[in-house]
């Protein structure tokens, strides 16, 4: 499967964005979706997850009840909803595929999307 993230930008703190990561190819409503981002000089981290049916999601504790993964299988796309964003959220964000279930390491993932720059302005 083949993925392509969209939807960053730049956002004051605050506001809102909502990603997109388009899948081509096969089988992608049987995988795990999941978000990950990278700031400059930092490790790539795990933002949030949803299973292969959207009946789990799963989010990192710096974004809870902030931000949302959802999916929609009949358009071989994902989603991550990100309200009330903070410059700390500034990073490129990737979206990853696996079969099964959510994992929180990057390196569990062979399926990856090209990134999409977030930039949140104080």
């Known amino acids: 499967v083949q993925l392509q993230a969209s939807g960053g930008g730049l956002v004051q703190a605050g506001g809102s964005l909502r990603l997109s990561c388009a899948a081509s190819g096969r089988g992608f409503d049987g995988y795990a979706l999941t978000w990950f981002r990278q700031a400059p000089g930092k490790e790539r981290e795990f933002v949030a997850g949803i299973s292969w049916n959207g009946g789990n999601t799963y989010e990192a504790g710096s974004v809870k009840g902030r931000f949302t993964a959802s999916r929609d299988n009949s358009k071989n796309t994902a989603y991550l909803q990100m309200d009330s964003l903070k410059p700390e959220d500034t990073a490129i964000y990737y979206c990853?595929?696996?079969?099964?279930?959510?994992?929180?390491?990057?390196?569990?993932?062979?399926?990856w999307g090209q990134g999409t720059q977030v930039t949140v302005s104080s």
């Open positions: 990853a595929a696996r079969d099964y279930s959510i994992l929180l390491n990057p390196s569990s993932y062979k399926y």
